[in-house]
């Protein structure tokens, strides 16, 4: 999934002349990886998570900005992630010495959290897909990155050491632990749910 | 996969089909441009340069010691041991003092 891009992260640093091919080249990796770089730094805490399009847009900005810097030896992916990982972390941190504070009233109907849906959009999702949900929701943002890089990205423990900044070892206990908070948190959702179908039958 | 795995893998997807992707903000080619921290060096290099060269200039604008002042420096220390020396007759009556007188004459 991330090899072709590598390729077209190659290209645009040796076509950095050629004005068409390096917007094309752009576009390519702004389609691929900005839905999922809103989705991954949806975890970086609250106030980032409120403008996580708005950091996503960022990232991407770095990125492009910084593509003469990328070293094909590694992976684009990760290279990207490790940028967003660093962005979240310095808003963060910003945010801390200043804290934003926003009226509801001044976000635009497009900031307006994932999880706000019509009833018939929430029927259409599976029972299974809000549970999950709920689980993150509750958890750390890091356990969410994590999760986020591993099940849906499908990356090594070293490449999702080396965006997170952590040991390895870390890593594949973190995995461990979502594997099995999350199993139990599957299961308990389940037995509560046939509870309350059998009270109501 | 596991049914964990691929419940996960299912949450993200749908979260990121949910992404309304903007048109990109592709930005202008990057200028060629100095990193920060070579800069720093490179003002800081500039300015100690500088302020060396503006220092051998003045430098040069001194006033030099010339051969008279040379010789009067001379003068005056020769004449401050000259003060500190005992005086000839001192130095005989010391040694007079020294040796039997009669002895010697």
Not at chain 2, 60 to 65: A, F, I, N, T, V
């Amino acid at each position: 999934m991330g090899k072709p891009l590598e390729g077209i992260a190659i290209l645009l640093q040796s076509s950095s002349n050629d004005a068409r091919s390096r917007n094309r080249c752009f576009r390519r990796i702004w389609e691929e990886y900005y839905p999922r770089l809103v989705v991954f730094v949806r975890g970086c805490g609250e106030g980032a998570g409120a403008d996580a399009e708005d950091l996503a847009q960022e990232v991407m900005e770095k990125v492009f900005r910084g593509i003469g810097t990328y070293n094909p030896a590694w992976s684009f992916s990760t290279w990207i992630y490790t940028i967003a990982r660093n962005a979240c972390r310095d808003r963060a941190r910003r945010e801390r010495r200043a804290p934003v504070v926003r009226s509801l009233t001044d976000l635009p109907a497009s900031r307006e959290p994932f999880h706000l849906r019509t009833p018939e959009q929430e029927l259409i999702r599976g029972e299974e897909a809000r549970r999950v949900e709920a689980f993150f929701k509750g958890a750390e943002p890091e356990t969410r990155q994590i999760a986020f890089l591993r099940f849906h990205q499908g990356m090594r423990y070293g490449e999702i050491a080396a965006v997170m900044g952590v040991p390895v070892g870390t890593v594949k206990f973190r995995v461990y632990d979502i594997r099995r908070k999350l199993k139990l948190h599957l299961e308990e959702e389940h037995g509560s749910s046939r509870t309350l179908r059998a009270t109501a039958l | 996969m596991g049914a964990v795995e691929h419940s996960v893998r299912q949450h993200f997807e749908e979260e990121i089909r949910a992404v309304r992707i903007p048109a990109p903000a592709i930005p202008a080619p990057a200028e060629r441009r100095i990193h920060p921290l070579i800069g720093d060096a490179l003002v800081r290099t500039v300015a100690v340069l500088v302020a060396a060269g503006s220092l051998v200039v003045l430098a040069r604008d001194l006033p030099r010691e010339t051969p008279l002042r040379k010789a009067i420096a001379t003068a005056a220390r020769e004449r401050t041991y000259e003060r500190y020396l005992p005086s000839e007759d001192s130095v005989r009556a010391l040694i007079h003092r020294s040796f039997d007188r009669r002895k010697t004459e």
